[in-house]
């Protein structure tokens, strides 16, 4: 079982940034595919970033050159540096764990644990 709590969201106004962090627990961290996923009103949940278990990154389009991931294998942490922050990045951002040994999903069904979600809202 993986306990996933996500933190760091907030009120922004556009151009701003937010870091958001997700406390993973379970002793195989390092193991795990870890991705970032946002949800607006109305609207299905998609992919924002992923990291591999050997390091690799992935983004969506959206968002390239203006989030990046990383994470802290140390401290079972994964963060989302999240810059130049826009009106339609606001959601709910979930962190969520692939525990599988494929390669690195993209689709929330690949995704096996999830966070409780934390709101970033960017003003205009």
């Known amino acids: 079982q993986v306990q996933l709590v996500e933190s760091g969201g907030g009120l922004v106004q556009a151009g701003g940034s937010l870091r958001l962090s997700c406390a993973a627990s379970?002793?195989?961290?390092?193991?795990?595919?870890m991705g970032w996923f946002r949800q607006a009103p109305g609207k299905e949940r998609e992919f924002v970033a992923g990291i591999s278990a050997n390091g690799w990154t992935y983004y969506a389009d959206s968002v390239k050159g203006r989030f990046t991931i990383s994470r802290d294998s140390a401290k079972n942490t994964v963060f989302l540096q999240m810059n130049s922050l826009k009106p339609e990045d606001t959601a709910v951002y979930y962190c969520?764990?692939?525990?599988?040994?494929?390669?690195?999903?993209?689709?929330?069904?690949?995704?096996?644990?999830w966070g409780q979600g934390t709101q970033v809202t960017v003003s205009s």
């Open positions: 969520a764990a692939d525990t599988a040994i494929t390669p690195m999903g993209l689709s929330p069904n690949e995704y096996d644990y």
């Open positions: 379970g002793r195989t961290f390092s193991r795990y595919h």
